[in-house]
């Protein structure tokens, strides 16, 4: 069975940081592209970045270039995405997903962000 | 970025009734389109890729056409488990987006 776990989410103040999780099993990490995807509250998603399976490419989009940074650990099957100046805006639930027959064939049940003072 | 839209934002259908849920790109994504559906507290739920094919374990119910910018998910009878918002989303171009979603309800 597929299963994405993620972790690591919180209350953090504008401006600060914050590293997420996600713990995959049921399939083999090292062959799939993988996602993080942001859900606001009452909104739809919006796709945040791509890493590559080797991790020698990664996508972001606009909006947090050069705050986030995308990375998997082949060992621990694990993808992380650091997260930096956060800005009340990123409050969200924050999902990673497997880029399977198409982005998005699995996806996690998400930790939720919420920036604020 | 392509912009994806919905159309209706809320379908309100009884039962056993045929809902037509469109999506439009702003421009041609080919047939990169996918259909997820939402239900509260839930992560999205694969429905169709490549705008007609059936993801594993969807029912047949659920069908999808269209290429290019415009597109359909049917649900030729709804049960009371297809109650939920539904999402198309474009993945040939990246940022790969969503539309802002169809609530369908009672």
Redesign the interface.
Request: no cysteine; charged share 20%; net charge negative.
């Given at each position: 069975e597929v299963q994405l776990v993620e972790s690591g989410g919180g209350l953090v103040q504008p401006g600060g940081s914050l590293r997420l999780s996600c713990v995959v099993s049921g399939f083999t990490f090292n062959n799939y592209w993988m996602s993080w995807v942001r859900q606001a509250p009452g909104?739809?998603?919006?796709?945040v970045a791509?890493i590559k399976q080797d991790g020698s490419e990664k996508?972001y989009?606009?909006s947090v270039k050069g705050r986030f940074t995308i990375s998997r650990d082949f060992a621990k099957n694990s993808l992380y995405v650091q997260m930096n100046s956060l800005r009340d805006e990123y409050t969200a639930v924050y999902?990673c997903a497997r880029e399977g027959?198409?982005?998005?064939?699995?996806?996690?049940?998400?930790t939720l962000v919420t920036v604020s003072s | 970025e392509i912009v994806m839209t919905q159309s209706p934002a809320t379908l309100s259908v009884s039962p056993g009734e045929r809902a037509t849920l469109s999506c439009r790109a702003s421009q041609s994504v080919s047939s990169s389109l996918a259909w997820y559906q939402q239900k509260p507290g839930q992560a999205p739920r694969l429905l169709m890729y490549g705008a007609s094919t059936r993801a594993t374990g969807i029912p047949a119910r659920f069908s999808g056409s269209g290429s290019g910018t415009e597109f359909t998910l049917t649900i030729s009878s709804l049960q009371s488990e297809d109650f939920a918002v539904y999402y198309c989303q474009q993945y040939n171009n990246w940022p790969w987006t969503f539309g802002q979603g169809t609530k369908v309800e009672i």
């Open positions: 909104k739809g998603p919006e796709w791509n996508f989009v606009d999902s027959v198409v982005p998005g064939d699995y996806w996690g049940q998400g | -």
